[in-house]
C-alpha cells in the first residue's frame, strides 16, 4: 500500500497543506476549495467542528471555539505569553493538575479540561483527512513545522501531538529553515561549494510571531547563519492596535463598551482585520462600518494609513530591532546580501517593507509565495526523508536557537579524596556550556566525567531572560550503574549529549570505561651469540681473504656449506623459521560498558498518551455517526424542498389534487419535525421518515417519467421487431443473402418476433387507457428489457455471416511434373526446361556433378546442384 509524503504548516491562525508530487510540490484544498483552513476547532452540544466549519461559527460560539493553540502548547499557565493569549482569543484557558496551560470547553454539555497537544491533534488529523481525500492514499509519515524560537518542551509535546493524532512525524522542521528550503533546493544557479556563498535574508511575519533568519547558500547545501525572533509580534498585534482606537472612538462616539460584549468584540476584530488589508494596498482614507454592532446600533469610522501607521510605530519599532539584531549576529553588512526575501501576510504592509529596504539596503522581493512558503519546504523535507522520492542531495545545516548548558552536583562527595592526576582529562567545575547560541546542529559531543557512583546532569538553556517561557529547565538525566571495578578509585564515564534534527536536546547514550586485567602475549627478547673470529697467538683479529674461486657454486651448496659451517644468521636447509618464544604479560585496558540513564524531560507520559490516544478514537468514531446523521437529515430536508417543488411543476398533472394536498401536509409536518424535535434525532428515526415520504412521492415521480420515455421505449422496441420482420420475410422469399440460414434458426426468429409484438401492442392498448394519474402497470423498463431480449436471440442468428465458397478443384494439364523441374512429352520423356536448347552435358554423356543455375521462363534464378 502507497503512503502519501505531506507536509503541514500549522500556523496560529491557518494551515497548509503541501504534497510532494512527481512534478514538484502541491498545496492541497479543504472540502470547500481553499488551500489555508482555519487553524481552529470547536465543540457545539455533542458534535466537534474542525477547520472551515468551526471557523464559521465563531461568533455564537466564541467561548468553545478555540484558536491559537500552538501559541499554548508546551507552555505553563504562569508563563506570561499565556496571559497575552488570553487578551487575543474568547475561550478559557486554564491551569492543569501540574500547572500546564489547558483550556476548558464544554463537551456534550459537560466542562471539559484538554490540554492543547489534544486539541493540535484534532486539528492534525482534520488536515490527514484533507491530504489523504487529495491524494487518494493513507496519511502516515509526516512533516510538521515550528517556529525557530521554539523551546525543547515545546517541541516535544509537538511529536506527542502528532502521536495522539496517529501519524508519524518524521520531522520538526524550522519555519525559517522550511522557507529556506523551498528557496534553494529548486535554485539551479547557487554558486559551487568551493565558491563564496550566495547570502539570503528571509524576513517571515505572520499572524503571531516575527522570525529574521540570514542563510547561506551554495550548490546543494544551505546553512543558518543567524537567527532573530520576537515570539509576540505578528500581524493581529496590527490588527488590536486599529480594535483598541476604534473601542475607545465607539465608547465616546456611541457610548457602547464593546468589550463587555464577546460577539461585538469578533465582529469588530474581523473587521479591523479587513480594514488593515485595504489599508496595505489604498493611501486613501477607508470607511468602517459595522451594523449591529451592539444593541442595534450601526457603528462607522474612517481610517487612513498615515495614521494606522502612527498608532502601530511601537510594533514597526520591534521590527527594526529584529532584523538589525539578525544582522548583527550574522556578522554580515547589507553589501554581502544577495537578495531579501518577504514571507508571511504581515510583509504586505507597505510600513513594513519599508523597514526591510532601510535595515538591508534593499527592496523586498516577493519571489515566494508569501503565505504557502513553508508548506512547500515541509513537503519537500518529506520528499527528502521518504524512500519513495528520488530528491537531488541538498544538506541543511541548522542553527541552535538558544545556548545550552550542562550543570552536575557541586563537589560531588564521591570525589572526596581524588588528587588532581585522578580526574586527568574529565570536566571540571559544575557546568558546561555544551552547545553554543547558533552553533550548527544536529550535532553530537562526548563529555567525560570521573565518577565513584551514580549522579546527575542538568540540561538547561543558558540565558533565561532570552526565552518567551519562565523555566529554562530542558530535563535532567540520571546515570546509573556507575560501579568502580577494584583496580580503580573511580569510574571514567562518557556521556554522548546531541541535538537531533529535531532540536531536541538528549542524552543518548552513556558508558564507563572500566579499567580491566587483560593477558597479552609478548615476545622475549633473547641476547643474540656473538660471532667466532680467527685470531693469532697474539689474540688479534685475523684478516682472511677469500679467493674468488670459493665464492663461485650453486646456491645449494652455499646453504649446505653455511649450516654446515654454523656460521650465524645462515638459514638451515629445508627447515621452517624458528618461532620466537613468548610469554604472557597482564596488563590494565579500558573497556566500555553502557549504563542506563534515567531522563525526565518534559512530555507526555506513556499512559497519557494511550489515553488521550483513546479519547481520540472516540471523539473520530463520534464524529463519523455524526455526520452520518447529519447527511441522512441534510438529504430528508432536501427531498422535502425537492418534491415541494416538483408538486408545484413536473408533477402537477400526474397528481390529483387530493393526493397533492395529502402529501403537501406530509412534507409539511416533516419540515416542522426537523426543525423541531427532529433536530437531534438518531440516524434510524430520520431514516425512517425519509422511507415514508419517498415510499408516496417516488410513486408520483413514476408516474412522470414513465410518462416521458414510454413513446421512446414503444419506438425502440418496435424498430427492433421492424428490423428482425424485415429478415425474416427476405428468408421465406429465398433471398440468396439469407440461404446459409438454417430453417430451425429462423423458426426461433419468427417465434421470438412473434411473441414481442404480441408483447407491444398489448402495452400499447393498455397505455392507451391510462390517465396522467393512473399508475403503470406495465413500466418502461419492461419494453426495453424485451427490446434487449429480442436483440440477444435474434440478432446473432440474422447476422450470421456467409460461410466462405469451398475451394476449386485442380483440372488435368498435359504432362506432370518430372524431376528437377522438367515436365514429360507424349513419350514419357523428360522434356528440357528450355525449348529447342540442349543440355550442356560433357562428353561421355554423364551429367557433371554440379551444373550452372538455369533461368526459367517467368521464373527467378535457381541453384541446381
Avoid at 505553563?76 to 484557558?93: G, Q, T, Y
Avoid at 553554543?436 to 553530537?444: Q, Y
Avoid at 556521556?495 to 597479552?520: D, L, P
Avoid at 554423356?845 to 521464373?859: K, N, Q, R, V, Y
Wanted: charged share 25%; net charge negative.
Amino acid at each position: 500500500m502507497s503512503f502519501a509524503v505531506v507536509g503541514f504548516d500549522v500556523g496560529s491562525l491557518t494551515s497548509f497543506i503541501g504534497a510532494a508530487k512527481g512534478g514538484g510540490v502541491e498545496i492541497l484544498a479543504n472540502e470547500v476549495s481553499e488551500r489555508c483552513t482555519p487553524s481552529c476547532v470547536a465543540f457545539t452540544g455533542k458534535a466537534r467542528l474542525l477547520g472551515f466549519v468551526a471557523e464559521q461559527q465563531k461568533v455564537t460560539n466564541a467561548a468553545n471555539t478555540v484558536t491559537s493553540f500552538s501559541r499554548l502548547i508546551g507552555k505553563m499557565e504562569s508563563d506570561p505569553i499565556v496571559d497575552l493569549e488570553r487578551k487575543h482569543n474568547f475561550f478559557s484557558i486554564v491551569a492543569d493538575d501540574q500547572g500546564n496551560a489547558a483550556i476548558k470547553v464544554k463537551i456534550d454539555d459537560e466542562p471539559m479540561v484538554l490540554l492543547p497537544e489534544q486539541i493540535l491533534a484534532m486539528h492534525l488529523h482534520k488536515l490527514a483527512q484533507i491530504a489523504e481525500y487529495n491524494t487518494k492514499t493513507k496519511v502516515v509519515d509526516v512533516v510538521l513545522s515550528v517556529p525557530s524560537y521554539y523551546t525543547d518542551r515545546e517541541r516535544r509535546a509537538f511529536l506527542d501531538a502528532s502521536r495522539i493524532a496517529g501519524l508519524n512525524c518524521m520531522r520538526l522542521v524550522n519555519e525559517t529553515t522550511a522557507i529556506g528550503l523551498a528557496y534553494g533546493l529548486t535554485k539551479k544557479d547557487l554558486p559551487a561549494v568551493d565558491q563564496p556563498s550566495r547570502n539570503v535574508a528571509f524576513v517571515s511575519l505572520g499572524n503571531s510571531s516575527l522570525q529574521v533568519a540570514l542563510v547561506a547558500f551554495n550548490a546543494g547545501k544551505m546553512k543558518v547563519i543567524s537567527t532573530a525572533c520576537d515570539p509576540c509580534l505578528g500581524g493581529r498585534d496590527f490588527d488590536m492596535c486599529i480594535f483598541d482606537h476604534f473601542v475607545a472612538e465607539i465608547r465616546e462616539k456611541y457610548k457602547l463598551d464593546v468589550m463587555s460584549n464577546v460577539k461585538a468584540r469578533v465582529r469588530l476584530l474581523k473587521s479591523c482585520e479587513g480594514l488593515k488589508k485595504i489599508m496595505s494596498t489604498n493611501s486613501t482614507e477607508i470607511p468602517l462600518n459595522v451594523e449591529c454592532l451592539m444593541e442595534d446600533t450601526d457603528v462607522s469610522s474612517k481610517m487612513k494609513r498615515e495614521f494606522f501607521e502612527k498608532i502601530c510605530e511601537p510594533l514597526l519599532l520591534r521590527i527594526r530591532k529584529t532584523m538589525v539584531k539578525a544582522l548583527h549576529l550574522s556578522k554580515l553588512t547589507p553589501e554581502c546580501l544577495y537578495s531579501v526575501e518577504l514571507v508571511g501576510g504581515g510583509t504586505r504592509i507597505p510600513a513594513v517593507k519599508r523597514l526591510v529596504k532601510e535595515v538591508f539596503g534593499r527592496e523586498g522581493s516577493t519571489t515566494l509565495n508569501a503565505d504557502e512558503a513553508v508548506a512547500r519546504g515541509c513537503a519537500l523535507q518529506a520528499a527528502i526523508c521518504s524512500p519513495s522520492f528520488k530528491v537531488r542531495e541538498f544538506s541543511i545545516a541548522d542553527s541552535c536557537p538558544y545556548s545550552i548548558t550542562l550543570q552536575w552536583e557541586p563537589k560531588d562527595e564521591v570525589m572526596e579524596g581524588l588528587e588532581d592526576k585522578d580526574v586527568g582529562e574529565a570536566v571540571r567545575g559544575t557546568s558546561l556550556e555544551i552547545f553554543e547560541h547558533l552553533s550548527v546542529i544536529p550535532a553530537s559531543k562526548m563529555v567525560k566525567f570521573y565518577r565513584k557512583g551514580d549522579f546527575t546532569l542538568k540540561a538547561s538553556y543558558s540565558h533565561p531572560d532570552g526565552l518567551h517561557i519562565k523555566n529554562p529547565l530542558i530535563g535532567t538525566f540520571r546515570i546509573t550503574n556507575i560501579v568502580p571495578t577494584p583496580l580503580e578509585k573511580c569510574c571514567l564515564v562518557r556521556v554522548k549529549v546531541r541535538v537531533n534534527s529535531n532540536g531536541i536536546f538528549t542524552i543518548s547514550s552513556a558508558e564507563v570505561m572500566e579499567k580491566v586485567e587483560k593477558e597479552f602475549e609478548v615476545p622475549i627478547e633473547e641476547p643474540k651469540p656473538e660471532a667466532p673470529t680467527a685470531a693469532n697467538a697474539d689474540g688479534c683479529e685475523m684478516e682472511t681473504e677469500t679467493q674468488p674461486s670459493e665464492v663461485e657454486g650453486t646456491v645449494e651448496q652455499s646453504l649446505t656449506a653455511g649450516a654446515s659451517s654454523g656460521i650465524p644468521g645462515a638459514p638451515p636447509v629445508n627447515q621452517p623459521p624458528t618461532k620466537p618464544k613468548t610469554r604472557m604479560e597482564k596488563r590494565l585496558v579500558r573497556r566500555p560498558r553502557g549504563v542506563p540513564v534515567e531522563s525526565v524531560t518534559f512530555h507526555l507520559s506513556h499512559n497519557k498518551l494511550l489515553e488521550f490516544v483513546d479519547f481520540q478514537a472516540k471523539l473520530n468514531q463520534s464524529d463519523a455517526i455524526e455526520q452520518e446523521r447529519q447527511d441522512v437529515q441534510n438529504a430528508l430536508e432536501a427531498y422535502v424542498y425537492e418534491m415541494r417543488n416538483k408538486l408545484d411543476t413536473c408533477l402537477q398533472q400526474h397528481t390529483t389534487e387530493r393526493e397533492r394536498n395529502s402529501f403537501n401536509e406530509a412534507l409539511t409536518n416533516t419540515e416542522d419535525w426537523i426543525y423541531g424535535e427532529g433536530a437531534e434525532a438518531k440516524k434510524l428515526d430520520l431514516s425512517k421518515r425519509l422511507t415514508t415520504l419517498k415510499k408516496t412521492g417516488d410513486r408520483y415521480y413514476l408516474r412522470f417519467t414513465e410518462a416521458e420515455k414510454r413513446s421512446s421505449a414503444i419506438s425502440a422496441l418496435t424498430n427492433s421487431c421492424e428490423e428482425v420482420q424485415k429478415v425474416v420475410r427476405n428468408y421465406l422469399a429465398e433471398d440468396p443473402q439469407y440461404a446459409h440460414l438454417s430453417k430451425e434458426e429462423m423458426t426461433r426468429v419468427e417465434n421470438t418476433l412473434k411473441g414481442m409484438q404480441q408483447r407491444l401492442n398489448a402495452f400499447v392498448e393498455a397505455s392507451k387507457q391510462w390517465s396522467p394519474t393512473t399508475d403503470p402497470t406495465i413500466l418502461v423498463e419492461d419494453l426495453y428489457n424485451a427490446q434487449k431480449e429480442l436483440e440477444s436471440i435474434c440478432y446473432p442468428i440474422i447476422t450470421k455471416p456467409k460461410p466462405p465458397p469451398p475451394p476449386p478443384k485442380p483440372t488435368a494439364k498435359s504432362g506432370s511434373k518430372a524431376a528437377g523441374g522438367a515436365t514429360e512429352d507424349g513419350k514419357g520423356n523428360a522434356a528440357s526446361p528450355n525449348p529447342g536448347k540442349p543440355l550442356n552435358v560433357p562428353n561421355g554423356g554423364e551429367a557433371p556433378d554440379s551444373m550452372p543455375a538455369t533461368t526459367f521462363a517467368g521464373g527467378e534464378d535457381m541453384d541446381v546442384d
